[in-house]
């Protein structure tokens, strides 16, 4: 057939010993993960399997690994029209109202009045979020702020003390979801 055969070498079908460096250490963990079967009956091809991939992208891989992020990924909130990464918040104007967030919880700490101080990131970065007592302790999600959890955030405020700082100020009405991390982690 010459050269340029269109069959794949068998050497691709070979699994790799170590994880490539860069972007193509994404597309090997790509195919890697649909080899396990992870994105299984959702009759993905490789090209879209590799774009969720890309999606989730980390320097130190929590959203590769993490249940709760992985989850908001399969039901779609990144695709959505109003979502907005981090690092497009970190940009906003004081008092924005920022549509759709979807993020880890990275750390949490709670003061003395019963509000939580999160720090929220996702694959562009990471922001700060103020939780308010209420969200905190009532409605559908109280206590599972918890570090690695996914919190789906609507119609959020961004708080700018300073040109510099800022904060997501999050009400029990912006909460719409919380994906706990797993309990086998």
Known sequence: MGRYSSSPPAARHRPLGHIIPGPAGLVQ????RKEAGI????????QQVIH??????SEDNDFLENFAWLSAVREG???????TDLAT?????NLSRVKL???????????????????????????????????????IFPGIYDVGSCLILREIVLFRPTRKSGYL?????????VIQKS???
């Open 101 to 139: 967030v979807v993020a880890l919880v990275k750390s949490c700490v709670r003061n003395e009045l019963g509000s939580r101080l999160l720090e929220l990131k996702d694959p562009t970065g990471s922001f700060w979020a103020t939780l308010h007592y209420k969200a905190c302790e009532q409605g």
């Open 77 to 83: 909130y990144l695709e959505l029209p109003e979502y």
């Open 183 to 185: 309990i086998l982690d």
């Open 29 to 32: 963990m790509a195919l890697e």
């Open 39 to 46: 994105y299984e009956g959702e009759g993905l091809n490789t």
């Open 169 to 177: 100020n999050i009400t029990l009405n912006n909460v719409q979801s």
């Open 89 to 93: 918040v970190t940009n906003q104007p």
């Open 52 to 57: 969720r991939v890309l999606n989730v992208a």
